[in-house]
């Protein structure tokens, strides 16, 4: 079983702001990076650290954290959004070992 | 811009150990403060961490597979390595090989390879 709990399915209309979370006790002290995949296609990290995009994300993503819950917010979401997102951390034993959430499947309606 | 590149049979039989390697082109995979990591999908199912290596050589891997994985590095060729023994059809993926960041409190992976399917069967 996974230490990152994440919902597995949230549908969003196109052009609305939807929010994907993602809870565990290592959330407390670690931060979580966020991956957008697609479709027979590898992940692509969209979010690190307490709010940090990659070049060539759009800016529409965005993250957030509080308490045991980290968040990736798409503001604005497009077509192009729909995809499985998933969230990674630490383990909360303090052995900093990988850790990812279940994932959860964006609709764009 | 680094890139990374999975190669290795795409067929394992049960029971045999499943090996596959990482090519690491665009720079030095002993430059900077990265490690290297192995990470796996089922058909159909969510990301799986498997284990990291530095390339001082020390490793992490996840519980639930230490007993069967070896992860190593050889900086000459600028590869790194997956070793997964005793495989059964519940180790049959899509497994991919990630450069790893970790800043404080921070840890990410970017980037990632394009992924190999390896399916063990007879």
């Known amino acids: 079983s996974s230490e990152l709990t994440q919902d597995p399915a949230v549908s969003v209309a196109l052009g609305q702001t939807v929010r994907i979370t993602c809870q565990g006790d290592?959330?407390?002290?670690?931060?979580a990076s966020w991956y957008q995949q697609k479709p027979g296609q590898a992940p692509v990290l969209v979010i690190y650290?307490?709010?940090n995009r990659p070049s060539g994300i759009p800016d529409r993503f965005s993250g957030s954290s509080s308490g045991n819950t980290a968040s990736l917010t798409i503001t604005g979401a497009q077509a192009e959004d729909e995809a499985d997102y998933y969230c990674n951390s630490r383990d909360s034993s303090g052995n900093h070992l990988g850790v990812f959430g279940g994932g959860t499947k964006l609709t764009v309606l | 811009q680094v890139q990374l590149q999975e190669s290795g049979p795409g067929l394992v039989k049960p029971s045999q150990t499943l090996s596959l390697t990482c090519t690491v082109s665009g720079g030095s995979i002993s430059s900077g403060s990265y490690y290297w990591s192995w990470i796996r999908q089922p058909a159909g199912k969510g990301l799986e961490w498997i284990g990291r290596?530095?390339?001082?050589?020390?490793?992490n891997y996840n519980p639930s597979l230490k007993s069967r994985v070896t992860i190593s590095v050889d900086t000459s060729k600028n590869q790194f390595s997956l070793k997964l023994s005793s495989v059964t059809a519940a180790d049959t993926a899509v497994y991919y090989c990630a450069r790893g960041s970790i800043v404080g409190a921070t840890s990410w992976f970017d980037p990632w390879g394009q992924g190999t399917l390896v399916t063990v069967s007879s």
């Open positions: 290592s959330l407390r002290s670690y931060y």
């Open positions: 650290g307490k709010n």
């Open positions: 290596i530095y390339t001082s050589g020390s490793t």
